[in-house]
């Protein structure tokens, strides 16, 4: 059974830097598509960036030129670093697997992590 972990949340003021990290782990041989969610208060989840296994990257039009999203296929691991953090960039941050196999040949798909809380405030 595929496991996503996230870490890296935290408390930050606004204009500072987070880096979230989402480890797979699991019998895992390959990933397809990864990426970042989040969710405030009150709010539907909502899309934050994706990367393709190809290193492919799509981001949200709010965080365009803020954050970075990359990957570690060898680690199998999903990064979000994110700079100049704005008060409502606050949410919980969710890491997605979109599909992926197994060392075993079956497939996996639509795995989420935990979640993380990023909290940007003065």
């Known amino acids: 059974q595929v496991q996503l972990v996230e870490s890296g949340g935290g408390l930050v003021q606004p204009g500072g830097s987070l880096r979230l990290s989402c480890a797979a782990s699991?019998?895992?041989?390959?990933?397809?598509?990864m990426g970042w969610y989040r969710q405030a208060p009150e709010k539907q989840r909502e899309l934050v960036a994706t990367?393709?296994?190809?290193?492919?990257?799509n981001y949200a039009d709010s965080v365009k030129g803020r954050f970075t999203i990359s990957r570690d296929n060898a680690k199998n691991t999903v990064y979000l670093q994110m700079n100049r953090l704005k008060p409502e960039d606050t949410a919980v941050y969710y890491c997605?697997?979109?599909?992926?196999?197994?060392?075993?040949?079956?497939?996996?798909?639509?795995?989420w992590g935990q979640g993380t809380q990023v909290t940007v405030s003065s």
């Open positions: 990367i393709t296994s190809n290193e492919s990257t």
């Open positions: 699991g019998s895992i041989f390959s990933i397809n598509g």
């Open positions: 997605h697997a979109d599909s992926g196999r197994y060392h075993s040949g079956a497939y996996f798909r639509d795995i």
